[in-house]
């Protein structure tokens, strides 16, 4: 139930005791958050904004928190990656990067080559891949000197 970004497994702790699959926020009616809280790895949404916890290696659960207050990170995309048998975590880093690549511009507004944001993945690690038959990636927005975020960046042009 862990899920990894990057290629490296250093175990992290749960957010506020949200598992994996919780979502303790509070949403409106369009599905934003307005109220944070934890928000487990398999619930993130697009359009979601959170801040990362102190390791990022692997991660149960974030601390989520609505748009227009200071974060670090926005998801912007996910999809599931191809194939039945477990590659390895460096090709499965790598489908993952290149398979946010396109919908980073189509989110933002601009391509990520001319961007001055830059972007993450949340992705499957070998445990949950075949333990859970996990193949989702989560496309997440951050900068690139690690300032926060305040707003969404969804057609934003930065």
């Given at each position: 139930m862990k899920r990894i970004i990057g290629a490296a497994v250093i175990a992290a702790a749960a957010f506020g005791g949200a598992g994996a699959f919780d979502?303790?926020?509070?949403?409106?009616?369009?599905?934003?958050?307005?109220?944070?809280?934890?928000?487990g790895a398999?619930?993130?949404?697009?359009?979601?904004?959170?801040?990362?916890?102190?390791?990022?290696?692997?991660?149960?659960?974030?601390?989520?928190?609505?748009?227009?207050?200071?974060h670090d990170a926005e998801a912007f995309s996910s999809f599931d990656l191809t194939g039945s048998a477990w590659r390895g975590d460096d090709a499965v880093g790598e489908e993952a990067w290149f398979g946010c690549y396109e919908p980073f511009g189509t989110y933002v507004g601009i391509p990520w080559d001319d961007s001055t944001l830059d972007y993450w993945t949340l992705q499957p690690t070998e445990e949950s891949w075949e333990e859970l038959d996990d193949r989702e990636v989560t496309c997440a927005l951050t900068t690139v000197d690690g300032s926060k975020l305040t707003g969404s960046m969804k057609a934003s042009g930065r």
């Amino acid at each position: 139930m862990k899920r990894i970004i990057g290629a490296a497994v250093i175990a992290a702790a749960a957010f506020g005791g949200a598992g994996a699959f919780d979502d303790n926020t509070v949403r409106d009616d369009t599905g934003a958050i307005v109220e944070g809280g934890g928000l487990g790895a398999f619930s993130i949404q697009v359009g979601d904004c959170f801040n990362l916890p102190q390791d990022t290696e692997i991660v149960v659960s974030l601390e989520a928190v609505p748009c227009g207050q200071p974060h670090d990170a926005e998801a912007f995309s996910s999809f599931d990656l191809t194939g039945s048998a477990w590659r390895g975590d460096d090709a499965v880093g790598e489908e993952a990067w290149f398979g946010c690549y396109e919908p980073f511009g189509t989110y933002v507004g601009i391509p990520w080559d001319d961007s001055t944001l830059d972007y993450w993945t949340l992705q499957p690690t070998e445990e949950s891949w075949e333990e859970l038959d996990d193949r989702e990636v989560t496309c997440a927005l951050t900068t690139v000197d690690g300032s926060k975020l305040t707003g969404s960046m969804k057609a934003s042009g930065r």
